[in-house]
């Protein structure tokens, strides 16, 4: 440990504030058990999934079409350094 300078006493770590335990199930929130955030969760994730699947999620949509989009704008941007490249070392030579 490393001592404090002003007080020559060592230093030590901060705990951070501790959720309250019920057994040895740390509690997220008072008004639901663990159980059902674990129920909720996984409906969600199900619900996710299914649609990503079905691709009618409209994240995943959007996503897909932002992707393509920018992957076919790195593309062209790409050809033009190229083409630039290929002029100025003709330029050059």
Do not use: W
């Not at 593309?75 to 490249?85: D, G, I, K, T, Y």
Request: charged fraction near 20%.
């Amino acid at each position: 440990m490393e001592a404090n300078i002003n007080n020559s006493q060592p230093l030590t770590k901060a705990k951070a504030p501790q959720p309250p335990r019920t057994g040895t199930a740390v509690r997220i929130t008072a008004k639901k058990s663990n159980s059902e955030l674990r129920e909720i969760l996984q409906q969600i994730c199900s619900k996710y999934l299914k649609d990503a699947e079905e691709n009618t999620q409209p994240d995943a949509i959007y996503n897909t079409q932002f992707c393509e989009v920018l992957n076919k704008q790195l593309l062209v941007q790409l050809n033009l350094l190229r083409q630039f490249q290929v002029q100025l070392s003709l330029a050059m030579s």
